[in-house]
């Protein structure tokens, strides 16, 4: 039998149960907010910034399914600037980012502009860069490399202010507030 946990994952969270790096000392790990079955392991992560939906699981084949399979993950981001519809066409059309000090080239996505998300507040306020405007979009990847959002926003020159992840495949972070946990019998990817 395994354990299937879907979780709002706050800002400020490391994606880990285990801290074994000792410059990452003092930082918030995800057992500190659930008592998670011990070999649970979480499907992907989100960076220490960002937050939304994080599937864990006891089932290492379909941790790997999930993540291996090509599953949509889908991105609400709010980023600095009023983005333009020359942006959003390059996120959508794939734009070269460095990945571990070499270029990647993104895959083709889904982007567009949204109206401001209803979302519980943020954790730290949202401070826009020279006092400008912000704007919030939807990006739906199928792929999930280091800080890829954020990479690929800025690479635009519209950085990534907030980052939650409100989807991955069928399963949705619905009203989940931050640090809450669902216990699921299994996920709909």
């Known amino acids: 039998m395994h354990f299937?946990?879907?979780?709002?994952k706050p800002s400020g969270y490391l994606s880990q149960f285990i801290n074994n790096q000792t410059r990452r000392k003092n930082k918030k790990l995800l057992g500190e907010l659930f008592n998670f079955h011990p070999d649970t392991m979480p499907i992907g992560?989100?960076?220490?910034?960002?937050?939304?939906?994080?599937?864990?699981?006891?089932?290492g084949k379909l941790s790997y399914k999930i993540l291996k399979g090509g599953v949509e993950k889908e991105y609400?981001?709010?980023?600095?600037?009023?983005?333009t519809e020359k942006a959003i066409l390059s996120i959508k059309s794939g734009i070269d980012i460095s990945?571990?000090?070499?270029?990647?080239?993104t895959k083709p996505c889904k982007a567009y502009k949204i109206k401001t998300p209803k979302l519980p507040?943020?954790?730290?306020?949202i401070k826009p860069q020279g006092g400008q405007e912000t704007s919030w979009l939807s990006i739906t990847l199928t792929e999930g490399k280091f800080r890829q959002v954020r990479k690929m926003t800025a690479k635009v020159?519209?950085?990534t202010?907030?980052?939650v992840r409100v989807r991955i495949g069928l399963e949705y972070l619905?009203?989940?507030t931050p640090g809450e946990v669902e216990c699921r019998d299994k996920f709909k990817i």
């Not at 299937?4 to 709002?8: A, D, E, F, V």
């Open 76 to 83: 609400w981001v709010q980023v600095n600037g009023l983005i």
């Open 157 to 159: 020159g519209f950085p």
């Open 45 to 59: 992560r989100l960076d220490q910034n960002s937050e939304g939906l994080l599937l864990l699981t006891t089932d």
């Open 174 to 176: 619905g009203n989940l």
């Open 4 to 8: 299937h946990y879907k979780l709002y």
């Open 99 to 105: 990945i571990n000090g070499k270029h990647y080239k």
């Open 161 to 163: 202010l907030r980052l």
């Open 121 to 125: 507040e943020p954790q730290h306020p």
